[in-house]
């Protein structure tokens, strides 16, 4: 640890790189979605869906580490382009569930080459594609590190 003054420098914070990238990797993505009229968090939600098929709403929060109160308005808003419905659970009335209908499931061919798109975005001579799969290893090992440390 830097103890010469520099630690408050914001080249030596963890937190700017990780923001910065976010947020213009983020800008990437909503470029490519607009075609498609979606959204990069509307986005991450059918990515779920697509992956694992109906879940519920808690299931979705808990996959994209957000709230549900952040989660509701996603879906709702996919559900006003019909590309998703919410139904309540027939085993437990509490639980609603999320299910693609076939215009949910019809635009997952539209995004495919998203992340090709993506990760073409991040190379160069300067970037690796090694380097690019190492650093979201690395990252979502951060992730889990950080939520574990939440739940203690």
């Given at each position: ?14 937190c700017f790189p990780l923001y ?53 308005p996603l879906l709702k808003r ?24 076939e215009k949910g499931v019809a ?46």
């Amino acid at each position: 640890m830097n103890t010469d003054g520099t630690e408050l420098f914001l080249e030596n914070q963890l937190c700017f790189p990780l923001y910065a990238a976010s947020r213009l990797t983020t800008q990437i993505y909503n470029e490519l979605l607009k075609e498609v009229e979606l959204t990069y968090p509307q986005y991450l939600v059918l990515l779920v869906l697509w992956q694992h098929g109906s879940l519920s709403v808690n299931e979705v929060c808990q996959k994209l580490l957000l709230a549900s109160n952040t989660v509701t308005p996603l879906l709702k808003r996919l559900e006003e382009k019909q590309l998703l419905v919410r139904k309540r659970s027939d085993d437990d009335e509490r639980v609603v569930k999320i299910l693609l209908t076939e215009k949910g499931v019809a635009l997952k061919q539209s995004v495919a080459q998203i992340p090709h798109k993506i990760v073409d975005s991040f190379k160069d001579d300067s970037v690796s594609l090694e380097e690019i799969v190492s650093l979201q290893k690395t990252l979502f090992k951060l992730i889990d590190l950080l939520n574990r440390k939440q739940l203690e």
